[in-house]
């Protein structure tokens, strides 16, 4: 298990490094620099800056600088936004989105996880119908839709939360819905998909040959059996949560990773576009690995190969 | 045991052997069909998919035609009749479509003359064109008055001859046909991406999965590679480094898309290479182009079907997402994200801006994720009646 | 011998898009203490259906009992609640499902499984389950119980699986062990054990069997009687020897005849024809006069009805009929039931 993880991490550094290094390159075939930033400049005034930002050097020089850097969590310095250093500026604009993010998966999972179980049980009954109505709705109307429809009923109208901004807990509630919809249809649907597969099952209908009861079987033999395949979406899922961010932050102007990254694109700030593309990057590697690893805790079935387990 | 006591003895003559006109032990009682008619037969059952089927003609017939319905132009822009609510014929006379031409809305003030105030001061301080409608008299503390105002922005103008369908935006370009325009590149932004992803990755797929040995292993490790990098990380870069415009889209969202419908042919090849049914075509000494097409086609068209029919909402989808962001098609073309996102700009005060655009794009995402749902049950054997 | 089951006019049929399936169409049958009984009969005839009714586990909504009664010492157990026939089933009557890689919950420990019965009927607490799991597993015949009770089910072969779904059927020492072909899906040398198995067990916990199968060759080892089905009915029911010695119905003749043996290299098998009706519209008369080369001009008018041949055994069959034509079995079924009796007699020794 052990060896298993180390070889996946192995791997992941030579993904991101990949990564880092397009990213460079590409960055450096773009126009804009921090001199696009400030007017008129008289040409000593620019090499100083040129070289504040290290870009008086050779490009190769640069991007060993840049990934020296890199190893040590150094990610430049923002052409805009006072020019503070890239990871401060990633590091501020953290808490934000990981509160959504995680708030989001865990709500949605959980609502999702409810709504699909329901629908099995109730399998054919307008409860089915209701909550399978809600996935396909869920799944197909894109976040930034839902995001305005809540933003006007919930906040405009009806006053009940905060339009926009950050702050207290309550303006956490509107983006984290937005947000979480996706991951509950999608869960919504797996769940009764599986649930329904499973209930049809040769080992269901052996635990009820002998006796065990409805709520038995459908919580100790069928959850988790419906379950783990979930796990396998939990990925894609994760990745809509990034996407989801983009949108979700710019609508709700919440102070995150996501809204930084869009007002980044807008200035051609491109430190802070390629840190934020690296830190999406991590993200997601270490999503995928994360849900490796937690399939194998929770199937008996896979052992992973590799030794040392 | 209880024996049957027959009541009346059965005819005597009866019990001679039975003369048998035609074999019938071995009669078929159902008729008999190929899957693929099974399968249209249970997609064509399926209510709420065939409705997305007519849904999708109408769309794509309209952003086909749609545009030239009026005189109006895509970049037609007019400051002097910008942000002009909907207003159409006929219906102008129903009140309940709201689609007679004026804005309402509510405004709140510590009296009734302040909260009429900040509605005229919002509509253009046409206040001969406004009816002001009290809602609650408040008592003299902070907003506690409301009015709901109605303005009549066509009478404002003079305009009441003129009629914007669905409204115009802040620079008086016609949202009708900006709408069905938008629909236009987004539907052919997600149609191209599907079909080259489905080129691409069946290619692949398949030359992977039906070749196999070396080749796969060759294949796999690009494959792995690809997939490794976060699809939308690779969207990004090549958005910002690429002019925005429908190809840089297409480019962006099929560079890494097609690896999923290639993960998918390959498996399914691999499975049904190894089943009997191609072990003895070989066996009969059939070609190998001769399996591909006539046995391994037949039987992985279902899965591909299906998952180009769910790479064209994803498409729409990210198209939409990229455009919001500002990464995507920028206006003065238009798409339906870039509408959405232009609209919600502004969405408090001309709610139409960002109805209409948003309703569209989440019937079209609906239409085709319930198409590929039926499509998916179609081509299960299981749901086969 | 008090009658442990009664099944009197038993009729199942399960609602489908295309109309009405009668799977089982008005039986009657009875399960004596400590006996084993086994249902012959192709797939589709609805002798899976008939264990399934009993224990209310037919799939719900679609299957349903459409007329009958079921007496399970004495007490109509169709009419039983939910919770009731939950409290019946494991502890009074169990089963044994056909297919050993499918019936165990891949997620759940082995153990965890057998002893999940133990803990509902037997109010075990979980020290007294693992101590009674072990020891059904040792006598279903798996060794290192200990260790495999911590197991999941692919880490047990066909046959250990198949042991260990009989070790969750006895767990509680039911009065009736239901055994839907338990023997299909395995290795000929690991159904020879899963049978010896549960023979041996009959034998020590005094329960009574019913065994579905469609392989008559299984039934002549362990059946004390024999019920034959075909489309939903039963066409022929007695002893085991009734069933082999002296076979009445034309389609128990069929099965019969169409068991190879080891001589059969010299003769053609006594094949059926065709294959079962449609039981959307089942067909007038006898459902078998199409496949039955005897048929009689009424089988094509009218069902025959039970017609006793001694005070075991009955068969459902025109040909029985007073002003029926005599009809012998075809000379290879013939020769088989002869076979039948020669083997009787070193029946002993061949276990």
């Not at chain 1, 052409?79 to 604009?93: A, G, K, M």
């Not at chain 2, 045991?1 to 059965?10: F, V, Y």
């Not at chain 2, 990210?318 to 003065?332: D, Q, W």
Request: aromatic fraction near 10%; hydrophobic fraction near 45%.
């Amino acid at each position: 298990m052990l060896r298993y993880i180390l070889r996946r991490v192995f791997y992941m550094a030579i993904t991101l490094f990949i990564i880092a290094t397009i990213t460079f390159f590409l960055m450096k075939l773009l126009p804009g620099s921090p001199l696009s930033a400030e007017n008129k400049l008289s040409e000593s005034q620019q090499e100083v800056i040129l070289a504040k930002y290290g870009l008086d050097d050779p490009i190769p020089v640069q991007y060993v600088n840049y990934m020296v850097g890199l190893v040590q969590g150094d990610l430049g310095i923002s052409f805009h936004f006072d020019n503070t250093p890239v990871t401060q500026i990633l590091l501020n604009r953290m808490p934000p989105s990981l509160i959504l993010g995680m708030q989001a998966l865990i709500f949605g999972t959980i609502a999702g996880i409810l709504f699909g179980l329901i629908a099995a049980i109730y399998h054919n009954g307008w409860l089915d119908y209701t909550s399978t109505i809600i996935a396909v709705l869920g799944t197909s109307i894109p976040s930034f839709v839902f995001a305005g429809i809540l933003q006007w009923y919930l906040a405009t109208k009806w006053e009940v939360f905060p339009v926009a901004l950050w702050g207290t807990y309550a303006h956490t509630v509107l983006p984290t819905i937005a947000l979480a919809i996706f991951p509950m249809a999608t869960a919504a649907r797996f769940t009764r998909t599986e649930m329904l597969e499973v209930l049809g099952s040769d080992y269901i209908m052996t635990a009820r040959a002998k006796g065990v009861t409805e709520p038995g079987i459908i919580f100790k033999h069928g959850l988790r059996n419906s379950l783990i395949p979930l796990v396998t979406v939990m990925g894609p899922m994760a990745v809509s949560l990034m996407t989801g961010t983009l949108v979700i932050e710019k609508i709700f102007a919440v102070p995150g990773i996501g809204e930084q990254f869009v007002s980044s694109i807008e200035v051609l700030d491109y430190p802070t576009i390629m840190g934020t593309t690296l830190l999406f990057s991590v993200l997601f590697i270490v999503i995928i690995l994360v849900i490796d690893i937690l399939y194998v805790f929770i199937d008996p079935r896979i052992r992973l190969t590799g030794g040392g387990s | 045991m209880a024996t049957n006591q027959q009541k009346h003895e059965p005819p005597k003559e009866l019990f001679v052997p039975h003369e048998r006109k035609e074999d019938t032990s071995e009669k078929i009682t159902k008729p008999s069909r190929s899957f693929f008619q099974d399968a249209r037969r249970t997609f064509f059952k399926n209510k709420s998919a065939v409705l997305s089927i007519i849904l999708m003609i109408i769309i794509i017939i309209l952003s086909i035609i749609g545009p030239y319905f009026n005189d109006y132009k895509m970049d037609g822009q007019d400051l002097s009749r910008a942000k002009m609510p909907p207003k159409v014929p006929v219906i102008e006379n129903l009140p309940f479509f709201g689609m007679d031409g004026t804005l309402t809305s509510e405004f709140k003030g510590d009296d009734v003359e302040e909260a009429t105030q900040n509605a005229v001061m919002r509509y253009d301080n046409n206040e001969e064109f406004i009816d002001i409608k009290v809602l609650s008299e408040g008592d003299g503390s902070a907003d506690s008055a409301e009015v709901s105002a109605t303005y009549n922005i066509y009478e404002a103008k003079e305009m009441q001859d003129e009629y914007f369908w669905l409204g115009t935006d802040q620079l008086g370009r016609d949202q009708w046909t900006r709408i069905w325009l938008g629909a236009r590149v987004s539907l052919i932004i997600a149609f191209v991406a599907a079909a080259i992803d489905l080129l691409i990755g069946v290619a692949y797929g398949g030359i992977s999965g039906y070749y196999g040995g070396r080749i796969d292993d060759i294949l796999q490790r690009i494959l792995e590679i690809l997939i490794g990098i976060p699809n939308l990380v690779v969207i990004f870069l090549l958005m910002i480094i690429l002019q925005p415009g429908i190809t840089s889209i297409v480019l962006a969202l099929t560079i890494t898309g097609w690896t999923g419908m290639a993960r998918i042919v390959r498996g399914e090849v691999l499975k049904q290479k190894n089943e009997e049914y191609v072990l003895a075509a070989r066996t009969l000494g059939q070609s190998n182009g001769k399996i591909i097409r006539k046995h391994l086609m037949p039987n992985i068209a279902g899965i591909i079907i299906i998952n180009t029919m769910f790479t064209i909402p994803n498409a729409i989808f990210f198209e939409a997402f990229l455009s919001f962001i500002g990464l995507g098609i920028v206006p003065p073309e238009a798409s339906l994200g870039a509408l959405v996102d232009a609209g919600f700009k502004v969405f408090r005060l001309y709610p139409y801006m960002v109805f209409y655009p948003a309703v569209l794009i989440s019937v079209i995402m609906i239409a085709f994720n319930l198409i590929g749902d039926g499509l998916r049950d179609a081509f299960d054997p299981k749901m086969h009646k | 011998m008090s009658k442990l089951l009664e099944v009197k006019d038993l009729s199942v049929s399960f609602n489908t898009y295309s109309g009405e399936v009668q799977a089982v169409r008005g039986i009657d049958f009875d399960l004596k203490k400590g006996e084993t009984l086994a249902i012959v009969g192709e797939s589709g005839s609805g002798k899976s259906v008939t264990t399934k009714a009993i224990t209310q586990l037919l799939s719900k909504p679609q299957g349903y009992i459409k007329t009958g009664e079921i007496l399970f010492e004495e007490e109509d157990i169709t009419k039983y609640s939910n919770k009731q026939m939950q409290k019946l089933r494991g502890k009074d009557i169990s089963t044994v499902f056909q297919d050993p890689m499918t019936s165990l919950n891949p997620t759940m420990k082995v153990g965890r499984q057998i002893a999940e019965g133990l803990i509902k009927h037997r109010k075990m607490s979980k020290a007294q389950a693992r101590d009674k799991t072990i020891e059904l597993l040792e006598l279903v015949g798996i060794p290192q119980a200990e260790k495999r009770i911590n197991q999941y089910p692919h880490q047990f072969s066909g046959g250990m699986r198949q042991r260990a779904v009989v070790a969750i059927a006895l767990a509680c020492n039911p009065k009736i062990l239901i055994a839907d072909e338990p023997t299909t899906a395995l290795d000929v040398t690991i159904q020879a054990q899963i049978l010896e198995l549960m023979k041996e067990i009959q034998r020590e916990m005094d329960s009574a069997i019913i065994f579905i199968t469609h392989d008559l060759g299984v039934v002549a080892n362990v059946a004390d009687r024999v019920a034959v089905m075909y489309a939903g009915k039963i066409v022929e029911i007695g002893t085991a020897d009734d069933i082999f010695y002296n076979p009445k119905h034309p389609y128990t003749w069929g099965l019969l005849g169409s068991m190879p043996t080891l001589d059969s290299d010299e003769e053609e098998l006594y094949a059926i024809p065709g294959s079962p009706p449609d039981m959307l519209n089942p067909p007038e008369g006898d459902a078998f006069a199409p496949r039955n080369r005897f048929a009689l001009e009424i089988d094509t008018k009218m069902e025959p009805p039970m017609f006793q041949v001694s005070d075991t055994h009955y068969a459902a069959s025109w040909l029985l009929h007073e002003h029926a034509p005599k009809i012998d079995p075809p000379e290879s079924v013939q020769r088989r039931m002869q076979g039948f009796a020669s083997m009787d007699d070193g029946k002993d020794g061949e276990d």
